[in-house]
C-alpha cells in the first residue's frame, strides 16, 4: 500500500508563492511517475505538473513558467514550487503516484490565493 503524506499548503497573497511537498512511503519512488493535481470547488480534478523517473517535467499551460515541480529520489518526495500565484490557483492539491500502472492518491492539502 502507498501512503502519499502532503504538506505546505495554506494561505497567501496574489503574487505570493508557496511550495508543496510529498512524501511516498514506497521504495519503488524512483521509478515511478509522480504528479500534482488539483481541484477547484465545482471543477474536475485537473493535472497541474508530471515528472518523470528520468525527470522529464509537464505542465499545464496555466502554470508554466510560474510552477516548478521537482523530485528527491533520496528522500522520497515530490515538491511543486509555486511562485505569482494567482486566485484562480485556488484549490485542494493533490500528490499522485503511477505504480506500475495504478494511480495513488494524497490526502490533499488546500491552496487558497486572495486578491
Known amino acids: 500500500q502507498v501512503q502519499l503524506v502532503e504538506s505546505g499548503g495554506g494561505l497567501v497573497q496574489a503574487g505570493g508563492s508557496l511550495r508543496l511537498s510529498c512524501v511516498s512511503s514506497v521504495s519503488t519512488f524512483s521509478i515511478n511517475t509522480m504528479a500534482w493535481y488539483r481541484q477547484a470547488p465545482g471543477k474536475q480534478r485537473e493535472l497541474v505538473a508530471s515528472i518523470s523517473s528520468g525527470s522529464i517535467r509537464n505542465y499545464t499551460d496555466s502554470v508554466k513558467s510560474r510552477f516548478t515541480i521537482s523530485r528527491d529520489n533520496a528522500k522520497n518526495t515530490v515538491s511543486l514550487q509555486m511562485n505569482s500565484l494567482k486566485p484562480e490557483d485556488t484549490a485542494v492539491y493533490y500528490c499522485?503516484?503511477?505504480?506500475?500502472?495504478?494511480?495513488?492518491w494524497g490526502q490533499g492539502t488546500q491552496v487558497t490565493v486572495s486578491s
Open positions: 499522485n503516484q503511477n505504480r506500475f500502472g495504478r494511480n495513488f
